[in-house]
């Protein structure tokens, strides 16, 4: 069964407007944590944003903040302002267990957004 | 942040060959580094977990004898691809954990391999 679901696999915006990446997971672990991913079209893969299980507060990140909610299993990217070097495709992932093991990253389909000037 | 390398960034190579990519800790140690695989306009498939010291831990499906992990120190993993044919081109990402490091952010990814075999 997939763990993470990212069902848009592309996306465009307007420079300068928000957009919304959506993702959801699927977990019976009481402790994870979600991170987003961007990967340019050089391959490298630039950490954005983390949220962990446990976590009160949406994480915010510049112009990143991540929409949690928690009983829908869903971890949502939004970007404000978008800019023309937010174009790339962007990961959810999720990390099950304990914050400090250290286990796999599990990453969605990935959404490709692309910002029109 | 730490910064995690990879050599060669490319490689073409003929079938049947194999070809090695190194992965590097540049200013951290790293206890576990994982070895990913991804094809044009998909995802990061986990291959193995390398833990330094021991045999890595693949997941289902890769093939041990043709994806072989070395991780002989703290700051070098390898990942041979052996008798590499057509198929196994892909792009191949590591990424490793800070083992010191007390955050939730503990994994590092390098800038990756593309691999391209004729």
């Known amino acids: 069964a997939q763990k993470i679901t990212q069902t848009q696999p592309g996306m465009f915006v307007q420079e300068k407007e928000a957009v919304t990446l959506d993702c959801t997971y699927d977990?019976?672990?009481?402790?994870?944590?979600l991170f987003w991913y961007k990967q340019p079209s050089s391959g490298e893969m630039i950490f954005l944003i983390y949220q962990g299980s446990y976590d009160e507060q949406n994480a915010t990140e510049g112009r990143y903040s991540l929409n949690f909610q928690k009983a829908r299993k869903s971890a949502n990217l939004v970007i404000s302002a978008s800019q023309l070097g937010d174009s790339a495709m962007y990961f959810c992932?999720?990390?099950?267990?304990?914050?400090?093991?250290?286990?796999?990253?599990?990453f969605g389909q990935g959404t490709e957004l692309s910002v029109k000037p | 942040g730490a910064v995690v390398s990879q050599h060669p960034s490319r490689v073409i190579c003929k079938s049947g060959t194999s070809v090695k990519i190194e992965c590097r800790s540049l200013d951290f140690q790293a206890t576990t580094m994982f070895w990913y695989r991804q094809f044009p306009k998909q995802s990061l498939m986990l291959m193995a977990t390398?833990?330094?010291?021991?045999?890595?831990?693949?997941e289902q499906g890769v093939e041990k004898d043709k994806f072989l992990i070395n991780h002989a120190s703290l700051t070098l993993s390898t990942l041979t691809v052996t008798s590499a044919h057509p198929e196994d081109s892909s792009f191949y990402i590591c990424?490793?954990?800070?083992?010191?490091?007390?955050?939730?952010?503990?994994?590092?990814f390098g800038p990756g391999t593309r691999l391209t075999v004729l």
């Open positions: 990424s490793a954990r800070d083992g010191s490091a007390a955050s939730y952010n503990e994994q590092f």
């Open positions: 977990t019976s672990d009481q402790s994870y944590g």
């Open positions: 992932a999720m990390r099950e267990g304990g914050a400090f093991g250290g286990e796999k990253l599990i």
């Open positions: 390398s833990n330094e010291g021991s045999k890595a831990t693949y």
